[in-house]
């Protein structure tokens, strides 16, 4: 491995757009050496449905051609990165891990997400796979097949956006975006060993139609540096998104080094009063959260966390969701095409009588003012990621918990909760267990106060580093 050609150089996308922009390298030399990566990642690890190489290439040149002549391409000139699967790119299709949609023509627009990171002079080389629809925590789709963790080829990157956390863990590109409706982004996060910051609602626009309001935008990175970058860049309102929120008012890659954490309040919480959690994982997670606190100098707050369990509000929550991703005259027709879990949902859903509904929602409001009376105790809310570290890449079915079966949404029962009240909330790299396998710690923060969660990762992330990529890779 030492000896391959494009090993060495910048690697973070702090430090490719730096050197693209001090002309130490090319964004051609750095985009042909990511298509080169997922080339000959492809087969071990499927992170990538669709590769646009002469698009990228032709971008890569015009860039190159500004800063030649003097001109400023933005804070992330020249660094290539993949694009959820959900995400809408110009000049790429957009499949949505479903058949439904595999083979439809390339989009005619960005989204907001991503044409503020063209504005900043990225580069978008593919889309990167998900799960179908985004509605799980692994990736294996009919339209695409089952994508593998770099860690371990054997078991699943997460997901729903896993296709960005493999192609990131395993060095293919610095980062990947990512969209989080109940852990999309920091389950793969925890179960690959990167950087994933879910922020609050409507800080990252969306313009698509939704009922629940708990999905955001976000992305998968290596280090805290490049995810506060990204927020800089991505955040502010957006007209298309009525929930987008106003400009923060600072920078978040300034706060990630300046912002005072001395007194702040921390509750650690091992379960929320509801969950059970693999005893390796837990000895990682209550390690790093002890050392979070003593290096950010926080106050610990002794106060046993008792919600309520937050799945079937969540569940409720995306019942009318799931429709906006079929035409009229998709379902039943086309049922055959989907995998089972997401064609049980449509059955599950299709003649939701509203009382049920109502009681969906009555559940999350009850969450929702438990959360902030929570959060009137404390500033900051420590858990697991998630309950397991990354399982079987075909599926969760066959995880236990010292010996006895879990259900497969109570392997990552802490992650929801964030998406239903609007919390920001980042996982950040904890620990190894014994065989090697990433485990990520939740740090959760009052609405609106991102910077303090990516702080905090900051924080960690001096006290702790971690590998910026799986063993053996890229």
């Given at each position: ?346 059955e599950a859903t299709e003649n939701l009588p509203v009382p049920v509904y109502a009681n969906f929602l009555r ?112």
């Open positions: 491995n030492e000896s391959r050609p494009d090993r060495g150089g910048p690697e973070t996308a702090a430090e490719i757009a730096e050197a693209v922009r001090r002309r130490e390298v090319s964004a051609r030399e750095m985009v042909d050496r990511a298509l080169d990566r997922v080339a000959r990642s492809h087969e071990r690890l499927n992170a990538f449905v669709h590769v646009a190489g002469r698009q990228a290439r032709e971008e890569a040149d015009r860039i190159d051609r500004a800063i030649a002549r003097g001109a400023f391409e933005g804070p992330l000139a020249g660094v290539p990165f993949g694009v959820k699967d959900m995400d809408r790119c110009a000049g790429m299709p957009v499949s949505h891990g479903s058949l439904i949609h595999k083979g439809r023509p390339p989009e005619s627009q960005d989204s907001v997400h991503v044409s503020r990171l063209r504005a900043a002079g990225a580069i978008p080389i593919g889309m990167t796979a998900c799960s179908e629809f985004g509605t799980v925590h692994f990736t294996n789709t009919k339209a695409w097949g089952i994508t593998r963790n770099p860690w371990n080829p054997d078991l699943t990157p997460g997901g729903s956006s896993g296709g960005s956390s493999a192609a990131v863990a395993a060095g293919v590109v610095p980062f990947a975006t990512a969209g989080d409706g109940g852990g999309s982004t920091r389950i793969p996060a925890s179960f690959t060993g990167l950087l994933g910051m879910k922020p609050s609602y409507g800080r990252i626009p969306r313009e698509e139609p939704s009922t629940s309001q708990t999905a955001v935008w976000g992305a998968l990175t290596r280090t805290v540096r490049d995810s506060a970058r990204h927020l800089d860049i991505t955040s502010g309102p957006d007209d298309r998104d009525r929930t987008s929120l106003p400009p923060a008012g600072l920078s978040y890659e300034r706060a990630i080094e300046e912002l005072e954490t001395r007194g702040l309040r921390a509750i650690w919480s091992p379960d929320l009063g509801y969950a059970r959690v693999d005893p390796e994982v837990l000895e990682i997670t209550e390690a790093a959260a002890a050392g979070l606190i003593e290096a950010a100098d926080l106050t610990l707050v002794e106060h046993p966390v008792e919600l309520t369990e937050p799945i079937k509000a969540w569940l409720g929550a995306g019942a009318i969701d799931i429709w906006l991703h079929l035409e009229r005259d998709d379902w039943p027709a086309r049922a055959d095409e989907l995998v089972s879990h997401v064609r049980r949902n449509f559940r999350r409001h009850r969450l929702q003012v438990e959360m902030a009376e929570l959060f009137e105790r404390t500033d900051i809310l420590i858990t697991p990621t998630t309950a397991v570290p990354a399982f079987d890449a075909r599926s969760p079915r066959d995880v236990t918990i010292d010996g006895e079966k879990v259900d497969p949404a109570m392997t990552v029962p802490f992650t929801m909760l964030a998406n239903l009240c609007w919390n920001p909330a980042v996982s950040i790299p904890a620990g190894l267990t014994r065989s090697g396998l990433p485990v990520g710690l939740q740090v959760m923060t009052r609405r609106h106060a991102d910077e303090i969660a990516l702080r905090l990762a900051r924080i960690l992330e001096e006290r702790n580093p971690w590998p910026l990529t799986a063993p053996g890779w890229p």
